[in-house]
């Protein structure tokens, strides 16, 4: 007979016929004498035995051997002969429990962020909430047959409880249906219960104007300014400027396909936040400052784009916001964070000046449903509309706006150049 073991093993590249076929040598009916007569059991060991269907003692041959058809059935479909035995042991077994699950669930997540398909960062927050000592822990003692509507509500006013406000029950939450998605996708809960997500408010983050923006960049040492250009000027998170190097720049374009997974200098560089590449027009004055302090030859070498002349490596994201601080203040402007002063500012300003929705979305590489369906390979002259205008076009807009711009400022939230994204009803939407 041949050993379970080395029949599973050969169903792993068969085909699918050829799988029904190997799959009737798997398992085995037998019985044992007890006092109160004869216990039935469907024998695939070394994986185990099975004495019920879900708690329900196995009666007779007769219904022995629908339940083995079944698990036959299931292994030939592709299952794992371990996950396949777990739907016939009793609830609350081992193999069922939301923990055992969770481990098996961070396991296949370790081996994505290896293969490069998921953040470390994401990772390291799952495995914290996942953690003896993590929000997970309040689903220790649940199956994950257990799992409903009740029992993620009862978890969000329990996570309430704790005093987390409702954008952190929010992300917890959605963590835990990401798990729930998982068991759903691979069949080993039968439905995917719905999830009470929290309303939360949204965040509004603030923006400068372009003049604003000019003056904060124009405090950085020019030697420093080339990686602040890019994030300002093309709106590049700061992960993606961070990981460009010599060869992604050409001929006045940028070509933006990766971006570090982290805010260390040894941090993983992967793909780009949405997966997708894009090709961008480098501005004007981006260009000038790349012409200066970039060495072509440095193409061959792997080199960053954009190092930081005090190390020479690539910017580690704490400096970068170190220098992006200081420069605010030497601006005699309110703090405003280095991603909403760059990436929000632009973005905003190319949809005061009329730019399209649909060439912008492709520009910053939003990733979402709706911005998807907009997607279209562009010409690049569409693509450097997204661009502010040339230095000479701009310069008579900014000084017939600038009046407006200030007024506008003071009016909503007390000083020069400071808006908030709420009021303008376009970009309120698009970010």
């Known amino acids: 007979m041949t050993s379970a073991a080395r029949l599973l093993a050969s169903l792993e590249h068969a085909g699918a016929a050829v799988r029904f076929g190997l799959v009737g040598d798997l398992g085995r009916i037998r019985r044992e004498k007890r006092a109160k007569g004869w216990a039935y059991y469907i024998d695939f060991r070394p994986y185990g035995r099975v004495w019920s269907h879900r708690g329900i003692r196995l009666a007779d041959e007769a219904t022995s051997r629908r339940v083995l058809e079944q698990i036959r059935g299931k292994v030939a479909d592709g299952r794992a002969l ?13 193999p069922n429990l939301v923990r055992t699950r969770l481990e098996r669930w961070l396991e296949v997540r370790r081996r994505e962020t290896a293969a490069g398909s998921l953040s470390p960062r994401y990772l390291t927050e799952l495995e914290r909430l996942a953690g003896a000592e993590g ?15 009740g029992t993620l509500e009862d978890f969000s006013l329990w996570l309430g409880d704790r005093g987390l406000s409702p954008k952190s029950r929010r992300n917890y939450l959605a963590a835990f249906q990401a798990f729930l998605k998982w068991l759903y996708r691979r069949g080993d809960i039968a439905r995917m219960p719905e999830v009470p997500l929290p309303k939360a408010d949204e965040h509004q983050p603030h923006i400068l ?7 904060v960049l124009a405090e950085i040492p020019e030697p420093e300014r080339g990686v602040f250009l890019a994030m300002a ?16 720049y050409h001929d006045g374009w940028l070509s933006v396909d990766k971006a570090v997974k982290g805010k260390s200098v040894g941090a993983p560089v992967r793909g780009t936040k949405s997966g997708k590449a894009k090709r961008l027009p480098a501005s004007e004055a981006l260009q000038r400052w790349l012409a200066a302090y970039v060495d072509p030859r440095d193409r061959l070498r792997q080199r960053p784009l954009f190092p930081n002349p005090r190390t020479g490596r690539m910017w580690a994201h704490k400096s970068l916001q170190r220098v992006w601080r200081e420069a605010v203040e030497a601006a005699s402007l309110p703090p405003i964070s280095l991603y909403e002063g760059t990436k929000h500012s632009m973005a905003t300003d190319a949809i005061r000046r009329g730019v399209s929705e649909r060439h912008l979305q492709r520009f910053l590489g939003h990733a979402s449903v709706e911005s998807t369906r907009r997607y279209a390979r562009l010409a690049d002259n569409a693509m450097l509309e997204v661009l502010r205008p040339s230095e000479g076009d701009h310069r008579q807009a900014t000084d017939k706006d600038s009046a407006t711009e200030a007024e506008k400022s003071r009016d909503v939230a007390g000083g020069p150049s400071w808006i908030r994204t709420r009021d303008h009803p376009v970009m309120s939407r698009l970010l």
């Open 135 to 149: 929000y997970f822990a309040f689903f220790d003692d649940f199956s994950i047959h257990e799992i409903s509507y």
């Open 209 to 215: 104007s372009i003049g604003a923006q000019d003056r």
């Open 233 to 248: 000027h093309l709106g590049l998170r700061p992960g993606e400027a961070r990981a460009l190097q010599v060869a992604d």
């Open 82 to 94: 371990e996950e396949v035995l777990a739907e016939y042991l009793p609830v609350q077994a081992k």
